[in-house]
Nanobody, 112 residues
Framework: QAQLVESGGGLVQPGGSLRLFCEAS????????MDWYRQAPGKQREFVAG???????NYAESVKGRFTISGNIAKNTLYLHMNSLKPEDTAVYYC??????WGQGTQVTVSS
């Protein structure tokens, strides 16, 4: 059974940076993309960034220019480099290998 594990979350001041990491283990079927989602308290889970097997990336408007997604589908590893963090980036961040595989999440808190 596949397992995705995120790490790298924590508490950071506004304007700071964090790097999230996700590593998958176990058998998975036909992985062609990897994504990051986040869920803030009282809000729905939302898409943050995605990368395809071919290396194409896309981002939510709210993080464009500040976040960078990278990864290696063959190695089942995924990163999210987050710069210029804002309090509104506070959320639990989840890695996702479409369609069915989700991690447990890592908390990111941006606060002074």
């Amino acid at each position: 059974q596949a397992q995705l594990v995120e790490s790298g979350g924590g508490l950071v001041q506004p304007g700071g940076s964090l790097r999230l990491f996700c590593e998958a283990s176990g058998s998975m079927f036909s992985i062609n993309a990897m994504d990051w989602y986040r869920q803030a308290p009282g809000k729905q889970r939302e898409f943050v960034a995605g990368i395809t097997r071919g290396g194409d990336t896309n981002y939510a408007e709210s993080v464009k220019g500040r976040f960078t997604i990278s990864g290696n589908i063959a190695k089942n590893t995924l990163y999210l480099h987050m710069n210029s963090l804002k309090p509104e980036d506070t959320a639990v961040y989840y890695c996702h290998f479409p369609p069915d595989y989700w991690g447990q999440g890592t908390q990111v808190t941006v606060s002074s």
